[in-house]
């Protein structure tokens, strides 16, 4: 009868083991749009680092909804979901707002990138600490993903209307002052 149990044992662990690597593995490839991401910006293709963006932002919608779906969340998912979306929401836009729009601006388009980063990580530490203590249907502050999506979108929307790279406006410089602020702040922001 033990024999039976242990043997049982091991083969529910394998059984359950494929289940928590599936959301790891999406969290994973999020983080591999974000990476690509930084890689596009680099090249100068900024267009195709917005979509990247986009598409991390899809598969960082999917990760927690299956792990909730398949009851394999964990402590471990949390933490590797947070730093994959540190890099695909904060800084790969950082990196191509700074050098698609805020190189001409010196060291104020520098700091306002890194700014950006530094509230995102604050934004995404402060989200693991409260969560469970806070109401699940608000965000306390503006989520990392949408500060990303609106960086995202200007992109695109300068694209669609033919301008390449929007040199020395100074909206682009304030919008990411204030986005990197909304992060941080204690404005309460609804949860789908």
């Known amino acids: 009868m033990v024999a039976f149990r242990r043997r049982r044992k091991k083969r529910d662990r394998r059984r359950f083991r494929g289940v928590y ?7 994973s490839a999020s983080l591999f749009a974000g990476f690509y991401a930084i890689v596009a910006a680099i090249d100068g293709r900024y267009l195709a680092e917005a979509w990247a ?6 598969l960082d919608g999917l990760d927690g909804r299956i792990a909730r779906m398949t009851h394999s969340t964990s402590s471990f998912g949390v933490q590797y979901d947070s730093l994959a979306d540190l890099v695909a929401f904060g800084v790969a836009p950082a990196l191509l707002v700074y050098l698609w729009a805020l190189k001409p601006f010196r060291q104020f388009g520098w700091v306002a990138a890194f700014l950006f980063v ?8 402060r989200f693991n600490v409260q969560s469970g203590s806070m109401d699940p249907r608000f965000f306390n ?34 919008m990411i ?13 609804f949860s789908f």
């Not at 002052?177 to 922001?189: A, D, G, P, Q, T």
């Open 118 to 125: 530094v509230c995102g990580a604050l934004r995404l530490a």
């Open 177 to 189: 002052y204030v986005l990197s602020f909304l992060m941080v702040s204690n404005i309460k922001y």
């Open 53 to 58: 963006v986009f598409v991390a932002l899809i």
């Open 21 to 27: 690597l599936l959301p790891n593995l999406i969290t």
């Open 141 to 174: 502050g503006f989520p990392i993903p949408a500060a990303a999506m609106v960086i995202a979108t200007a992109i695109a929307f300068y694209d669609k209307i033919g301008i390449v790279a929007p040199e020395k406006h100074l909206f682009i410089l304030v």
